[in-house]
């Protein structure tokens, strides 16, 4: 069995990276967003955190989470958005995907990949990184020409709060100034 080992840092931002399972197409309709969106409320009134940065796909999503001071626990949080989900709308999501053994043994459901990703934000360059990495996200997966054009992401508050320019990522590939592109 795999040991996995998260940064317990409290006070830290992180990006995070969930997929669905099997990627089903799921989150950007009505009832996906919705589901999402009460889910993350719902637990950031027990378990506070902020997102700095957010853009969700039909079959994952990405964001930037930044804990309280004296908190640490992203995974807690991780796992009431997903129970919460799969409790309150996994039957209105009408999903046909067979549950394995495996899921079954766990009482898991088929909504989200048992694991997320996460990346620890070290500092200035690195949050500017996975802020464009997220923002530019949807053009990569060609689900639309220029970030602007997605409705799901953070980028327009962005644009609004004058972070990025109007213009941002339209006239090609965005540069970071690492290789997070693999993600």
């Known amino acids: 069995m795999s040991n996995y080992r998260r940064p317990h840092i409290p006070g830290s931002t992180y990006f995070i990276t969930q997929v669905t399972y099997q990627r089903q197409p799921w989150l950007c309709t009505d009832i996906g967003r919705t589901a999402l969106h009460t889910a993350l409320e719902h637990?950031?009134?027990?378990?506070?955190?902020?997102i700095d940065a957010f853009v969700l796909l039909p079959d994952h999503f990405h964001s930037l989470w930044?804990?309280?001071e004296g908190d640490s626990n992203l995974s807690m949080r991780m796992l009431l958005i997903k129970r919460f989900v799969t409790k309150y709308y996994?039957?209105?999501?009408g999903?046909?995907?067979g549950i394995s053994?495996?899921?079954e043994k766990r009482k898991e459901r088929n909504l989200w990949?048992?694991?997320f990703w996460e990346h620890l934000i070290r500092d200035e360059v690195d949050l500017a990184n996975y802020c464009d990495y997220i923002?530019?996200?949807s053009v990569r997966h060609k689900l639309c020409e220029s970030p602007q054009q997605w409705a799901f992401s953070s980028i327009h508050r962005f644009i609004q709060q004058q972070i990025y320019p109007l213009?941002?990522?339209g006239n090609g590939e965005v540069q970071l100034a690492s290789d997070i592109w693999d993600i």
């Open 43 to 50: 637990v950031r009134q027990n378990y506070p955190f902020s």
């Open 167 to 169: 213009d941002w990522g």
């Open 113 to 115: 990949q048992r694991h």
């Open 90 to 93: 996994g039957h209105q999501l």
């Open 135 to 137: 923002h530019y996200n």
């Open 95 to 97: 999903l046909n995907v």
């Open 66 to 68: 930044t804990l309280p």
């Open 101 to 103: 053994p495996s899921r």
